[in-house]
């Protein structure tokens, strides 16, 4: 049974940073995408960034390009999105998402996901 748990949520000031971290346990799929999706109330769930699992492909979208970085610790099994620079705009539960056999669309796509974690509020004071 696949389980995908997020910790590192909590509050920053803007411009603080903060780490969060998805441990996937009984994730076994290596040719799939993992990915951080985000969502605010009465909104739909942003893509964030994605990572080709146990490659160097990573993607970003444009608010999170160059101040956000989505790495893994392949031995630990775990998924981390490390946050910079953060802004009030970037307050939301935060989740961590993996994809696996027969999964179609693009890795932006919350659609492709199959397996995804509780979340985790990120707030940002301004």
């Known amino acids: 049974q696949v389980q995908l748990v997020e910790t590192g949520g909590g509050s920053v000031q803007a411009g603080g940073s903060l780490e969060l971290s998805c441990t996937l346990s009984?994730?076994?799929?290596?040719?799939?995408?993992l990915a951080w999706f985000r969502q605010t109330p009465g909104k739909e769930r942003e893509w964030v960034a994605s990572?080709?699992?146990?490659?160097?492909?990573?993607y970003y979208s444009d608010s999170a390009l160059g101040r956000f970085t989505i790495s893994q610790n392949i031995p630990k099994n775990t998924l981390h999105l490390q946050m910079n620079g953060l802004r009030p705009e970037d307050a939301a539960v935060y989740y961590c998402?993996?994809?696996?056999?027969?999964?179609?669309?693009?890795?932006?796509?919350?659609?492709?996901?199959?397996?995804w974690g509780q979340g985790t509020q990120v707030t940002v004071s301004s």
């Open positions: 990572i080709w699992n146990r490659h160097s492909d990573t």
């Open positions: 998402a993996a994809d696996g056999v027969g999964s179609t669309g693009s890795w932006s796509s919350p659609s492709r996901y199959k397996f």
């Open positions: 009984g994730y076994g799929f290596t040719s799939g995408w």
